[in-house]
């Protein structure tokens, strides 16, 4: 589930504190490349995602189609986000096809709080499940924190993944910066790194707790009120493989 891993950092908001304290609409369409070392197969795909805000919901899709490891397949996901004062609950839901890569289900769940008199301190909790294609499956504890200033805001948070068979316990923290302001540009530098469970790379092949590290740069650049541009960088390296990639995107905003 890598992919939807960094889905989560292209989309910019599917659950992240900052679209809790300032949501705002936009589409955005955009397709990747990723070159990947060892006969693992390259990456490639598309996506199409929307972010909806309707009073106190914001609702969001994401629709991909990508090959990963030799597996074509579609991933389909929505999910709401529902503010209550200075807390707000996201939930989702999401499945796709192919032969093992996309799991069969995903849900996720969270409830986040704004602190201070600005509300400018974040802190989020969460739970996701995923169960995959063949025997696998994940449960996983996560946490963040989030604290905004003018102009930049700085996020860390990690989770603690289950996966089963096995009991294989795992864990990965992650830490991020962003500079920039709404219908300007936003400029994300983030890194992560820890310990995975299974990866499902093949019909048979599945690596087991192995440690991983990745860094991710991406620029969304406003050329209008609202249209823009989205470039991202990813890079990521396990004792199996390293793979290095981009994303280019182009959104509306409303």
């Not at 990456?43 to 929307?50: F, I, N, S």
């Not at 924190?145 to 930049?152: D, R």
């Not at 700085?154 to 990965?172: D, K, L």
């Amino acid at each position: 589930m890598r992919r939807l891993t960094l889905l989560a950092g292209l989309v910019i908001g599917v659950a992240s504190p900052l679209a809790a304290q300032r949501p705002s609409g936009w589409v955005q369409l955009d397709g990747f490349y990723h070159g990947v070392t060892n006969d693992y197969g390259d990456w490639k795909g598309l996506g199409a995602h929307a972010v909806i805000p309707s009073g106190r919901n914001v609702w969001y899709a994401d629709v991909l189609a990508q090959e990963a490891f030799k597996d074509q397949g579609v991933w389909l996901s929505a999910g709401n986000r529902h503010r209550f004062g200075d807390w707000f609950t996201f939930a989702s839901v999401g499945g796709g096809t192919g032969d093992y890569y996309f799991p069969d289900l995903r849900l996720d769940a969270m409830v986040g709080k704004s602190w201070l008199a600005k509300k400018n301190l974040v802190t989020t909790v969460g739970l996701m499940y995923a169960d995959s294609k063949s025997i696998y499956h994940d449960v996983a504890l996560t946490g963040g924190l989030a604290a905004y200033f003018p102009g930049v805001t700085v996020e860390g948070g990690g989770r603690v993944n289950w996966s089963s068979p096995g009991e294989v316990a795992a864990g990965r923290g992650y830490a991020a910066i962003t500079i920039g302001r709404d219908r300007q540009r936003f400029i994300t530098l983030r890194g992560s790194g820890g310990y995975e469970g299974y990866q499902l790379t093949g019909e048979t092949a599945t690596e087991q707790k192995f440690q991983s590290g990745e860094i991710s740069l991406n620029w969304r650049e406003w050329v209008s009120d609202k249209l823009g541009t989205f470039v991202q960088l990813e890079w990521y390296d396990n004792p199996y493989y390293t793979r290095t990639g981009v994303t280019l995107g182009l959104f509306r905003h409303w």
